[in-house]
């Protein structure tokens, strides 16, 4: 029972975050394949809202943040928005080197890429956004 509680937050996040990852291959789908939206666009659509979603519930039942005042939760969604830049970023450029240069596995790359990118975005929830405030 320590363990589930010692690591609860992290369990948490990985379940909320294999939601995130159905809703945001969904709406791709959707608007590329559907809608005909085009490429860049429909993976912009399909980020934008899973950000949104992410953010909401990171914030109340990952990191369980209690903060009510609108310019902290301001405060925290800028910085969720920031982290999850980062960790895109991040994404982009491990695919570029090990699919474009390296030629290795597209698939295989884009889990461990994925991989890096959960633990970027965990610590970076976990230590900068949804701190505790006093």
Known sequence: MNVLKKYRDFFVYIVFGFQATILNA?????????????????????????????FFTNKFFVYRSSEKRVKYIFIEFINFFLCRLLSGVFDVIFMFITVDLLNLLPLLMKLIAALGVGLINYFGGKLFIFKSRQ
């Open 26 to 54: 969904l709406l791709y789908m959707i608007f590329y394949k559907k809608l005909m939206v085009n490429n860049v666009l429909s993976t912009i659509i399909a980020w934008t809202v899973t950000l949104v979603f992410a």
